[in-house]
């Protein structure tokens, strides 16, 4: 799958692991309503392009798993600062 490095020389090398720091530092840096979407821009730094085979739980199944991330956060980061704002869209 990633036969494509190997012709890499390692100027292109150290540009591709730039591209991906960056895009894992811009997903990583994610905070507020925006933890909650998903992030195609971070899947569109691989080489192969498809499109995303993603399936939707019904709506009470979302919600529920929408609480129990947020219930994760409060374990993993309980000093995080709380970004007290509606959702504007």
């Not at 507020?32 to 498809?50: A, F, Q, R």
Request: hydrophobic share 35%.
């Amino acid at each position: 799958m990633d036969d494509d490095l190997q012709a890499f020389d390692r100027e292109s090398l150290i540009a591709e692991v730039k591209k991906l720091r960056a895009g894992i530092r811009a997903h990583r840096d994610t905070t507020g309503h925006d933890l909650c979407w998903h992030h195609p821009d971070l899947w569109d730094l691989l080489p192969e392009k498809t499109e995303p085979s993603i399936a939707v739980p019904p709506w009470p199944k979302f919600m529920r798993g929408c609480i129990q991330y947020r219930q994760s956060l409060d374990r993993q980061a309980p000093d995080a600062p709380v970004h007290d704002k509606e959702f504007n869209g």
